[in-house]
């Protein structure tokens, strides 16, 4: 399994940036849940948001309104595709943004409980894209 992230760059206060996370490999077309994940400098990393194949997702409840995820299961050049639409970014959302996938998907209560914003849900990682926002 391989997840690519891309989309990551610097974008000034108030601006958008859309992620892109590029999965291949997987076993299943149509069971797994894809998390994006992000970690500062000096802090922890912290979950995002997270997708089942289903549609079903899950946002931090601290960037509601600001930040909304989405997929392409088309499976176009073989990869699904899921995006993170960032909106109305802060200082606070430099980090670098990491994608994360688990087969098969986590069951819809779990989703609700944010299982899916939890590091040791996944099993295969990507290597991270770098948003950087400046004031």
């Known amino acids: 399994v391989q997840l690519v992230e891309s989309g990551g760059g610097l974008v000034q206060v108030g601006g958008s940036l859309r992620l892109s996370c590029a999965v291949s490999?997987?076993?299943?077309?149509?069971?797994?849940?894809v998390g994006w994940f992000r970690k500062a400098p000096g802090k922890e990393r912290e979950g995002v948001s997270s997708?089942?194949?289903?549609?079903?997702?899950?946002?931090?409840?601290h960037l509601l309104g600001r930040f909304t995820i989405s997929a392409d299961n088309t499976r176009n050049g073989g990869k699904n595709t899921i995006y993170l639409q960032m909106n109305n970014v802060e200082v606070e959302d430099t980090a670098t943004y990491y994608c994360?996938?688990?087969?098969?998907?986590?069951?819809?209560?779990?989703?609700?409980?944010?299982?899916?914003?939890?590091?040791?849900?996944?099993?295969?990682w990507g290597q991270g894209t770098q948003v950087t926002v400046s004031s």
């Open positions: 994360a996938v688990i087969e098969p998907t986590i069951s819809k209560p779990a989703m609700a409980a944010g299982v899916g914003l939890a590091e040791s849900t996944y099993d295969y």
């Open positions: 997708i089942a194949f289903d549609g079903d997702s899950y946002i931090a409840r």
């Open positions: 490999g997987l076993q299943f077309d149509d069971d797994h849940t």
